[in-house]
């Protein structure tokens, strides 16, 4: 691994994932599964996540590499900017990978920037309704072979019903991701998630979700071909932090065989 000049956008990243402050309990992201949590934090606040992962056997399928892949600060920023938007900046700070070959590849991960949105709230009869777009930007580069050097965007609708002491959520919606071997080509995919959240006491809580993507083409593009994975895992209130532990399973040929990750999230309030 080499340490050299940092482009302005990765110094954003590094900033970004470097702040963990001291809050107030009471988390509505979902951490530590994928499927995205319907439900806004509090107007005024600003949640900040941070974490590790481990998974096997990951495979990069435009650089051809496969190995073991670690992620350093995955996480991000949440900012509640009122009853009906939150904006988020997300992401991994750095991602390493050691092929069979013992040579460790590392790189920036990439970069996110969403804005979810509250259409309809939970009533008695009708579930949460939400709506988030999202931006991801090709901080890791084609070179480390980390990366597919592309933008790609999401769009998804989010819905959420409680159902006695569990909160059951999902997630629909269509990606739209620039091919890396074809200047001026994109592969359209569909993107979905099923989730439950469940208090096992009242601190801690049991998250559990399917998520995934599905390309419809036959020949998909390197890095837009279809993925599936589970996660299961614990949100534990401790002060005036939750921590939380979970593991993942590859659903396809293509996902990591498991997973394991862990982190935590903290508020500041207005």
């Given at each position: ?12 990243s590094l900033i970004t994932f470097l702040i963990l402050p001291i809050g107030s ?46 992620s350093l600060l995955t996480g991000g920023l949440h900012f509640g900017l009122g ?174 065989n498991y997973g394991i990750t862990f982190g935590v999230t903290t508020r500041f309030?207005?």
């Open positions: 691994m080499q340490i050299g000049y940092v482009p302005l956008r990765r110094l954003l309990t009471g988390y509505a992201q979902q951490r530590p599964i994928l499927t995205e949590d319907p439900r806004l934090i509090p107007s005024g606040s600003l949640d900040s996540e941070a974490g590790l992962g481990y998974e096997d056997h990951a495979i990069y399928t435009l650089s051809g590499l496969e190995g073991d892949h670690v009853d009906r938007a939150e904006f988020q900046m997300t992401g991994t700070l750095y991602d390493f990978l050691k092929p069979p070959d013992g040579n460790w590849r590392s790189d920036f991960g990439d970069f996110s920037l969403s804005t979810k949105m509250k259409m309809f709230s939970e009533s008695r009869r009708l579930p949460i309704l939400g709506f988030r777009p999202t931006v991801v930007l090709p901080n890791a580069n084609q070179g480390s072979g980390l990366g597919l050097n592309t933008t790609r965007f999401f769009a998804s609708l989010l819905v959420g019903k409680t159902f006695g002491k569990a909160f059951v959520f999902g997630n629909a919606g269509i990606g739209i991701m620039d091919k890396p071997t074809a200047a001026g080509a994109q592969d359209d995919v569909w993107t979905y998630g099923l989730a439950t959240i469940i208090p096992i006491s009242s601190r801690v809580n049991w998250a559990s979700d399917i998520n995934g993507l599905q390309n419809p083409r036959q020949n998909p593009a390197p890095g837009s071909e279809t993925r599936r994975q589970f996660r299961s895992g614990l949100q534990i209130q401790a002060g005036s932090a939750r921590l939380d532990f979970g593991v993942m399973a590859g659903l396809t040929d293509l996902d990591p309030m207005k």
